[in-house]
């Protein structure tokens, strides 16, 4: 098992890229099932998520493998398996977002129940309140979502908010199911994150009749078939976030490219309300962190609002800040793995409910820490950048999920990470 060492305090400056967005992605690759053939996805990153989603489709009876130039090319010709395997799902739970397209593709599926998580309850069942307003029947049998669409599915008009708002991969589930429904579907309250919109951009370009991107209310003509697609999917707004507050903790520079400001503009608004510079620069901008951090206020929310998957990051930057701050989690309540990891850097953080109250410390102690889910381990890879002396952080392989050799890119950088395994 992998860990790293991190020396602090350092500085980060010089210019690093963003890669493809792992959440964009996920979805994606399950769309490429309602196209029989050969589609090519570009700037996918080398991820763990990735490739045991690519695993899923190959166990449904894709062919999946990395083109030279690193393209992602999905053969989904045949599908003669429509089961998403306990023993694939439970590693990763984006991988229900095959429900809605095998249902549609194949008209019947299984799919095992996403189990527990580190950050929280992560129910399903609006997703499958949503396909069963499309006229799947569906029961659970096994620890397995059957869904049956015999005779296919019939568009309707469907409320797809919950107790939290919207659902991300729900309305992903949902809208990928309803493209090849008969009639019309109206989704209202989908969510509205930049990833679902890069899905249905990509939907369309397939040949889907999608309207209303990027908004709460989708509008979807069922069509009677899609076609394989060459598509690039959008840069990752959580790795750009994260290069951010890397700049902002180190008190460094950052040039970040391919950088969608445009999709961050809560990130950007609550950076900058901390006292962290940021510029548009050709084909991203450049983040500078010179002067003393701030305290906030941060409540998550979904999107537009504070990204809950940078919740961690930001704890860990206020836990420097010059007074108080607190940070509310309202997607993911119980989201703070991070917070006694941060305690044991000498952070100052006292956790309230789905909220944590933060009193500003002049500096981190290097500690040994452990990651526990994706985010958080984030957040102590920033932390150990800005702490004094060695911070071991053991769990590495949560990080290697959503960011690609994240060494590898802040060492050029100043950082000093070494992997090791132990
Ligand atoms: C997506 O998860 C992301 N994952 C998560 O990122 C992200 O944290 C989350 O959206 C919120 O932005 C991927 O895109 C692969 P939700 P998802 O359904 O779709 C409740 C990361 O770090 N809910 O939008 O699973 C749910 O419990 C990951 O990259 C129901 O109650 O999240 C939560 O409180 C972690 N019933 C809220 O809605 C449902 O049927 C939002 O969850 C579905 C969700």
Known sequence: MDIFKIEGPTRLCGSVTVNGSKNATLPIMAATILAGGKSVLKSVPHLSDISIFGQLLCELGCKVRRGDNGDLCIDSTVIDNPVGDYE???RMRASICILGPLLARCGRTRVSMPGGCAIGDRPVDIHLRGLRELGAKIYLENGYIVAEANGGLRGKEIFLGGSFGSTVLGTANVLMAAVLAKGKTI????????EIADLA????????????IGSPRLTIEGVEELHPIEYRVIPDRIEAGTFMVAAAITKGQLHINNCRLDDMMAVVDKLRSIGVTIDRADGGCVVAGA???GTGHITTQPYPGFPTDLQAQFTALLALGSGNSVVIEKIFPDRF???????????????????VI?????KLIAAPVMASDLRASAALVLAGMAAEGTTIVSRVYHIDRGYEKIEERLNPLGAKIIRENI
Not at 337 to 355: C, S, W, Y
Not at 358 to 362: D, F, H, I, N, S
Request: glycine content about 10%.
């Open 337 to 355: 793995m991070h917070v006694a990891e941060l305690n044991r850097m000498a952070a100052d953080l006292r956790k309230e409910g789905p909220a």
């Open 291 to 293: 002067g003393p951090i």
């Open 187 to 194: 989704i209202e309250s989908a969510a509205c994150e930049p």
């Open 88 to 90: 694939i799902v439970r």
């Open 201 to 212: 951009n990509c939907l369309n370009a397939m040949g889907a009749r999608i309207s209303g």
């Open 358 to 362: 933060v009193a500003g410390v002049k």
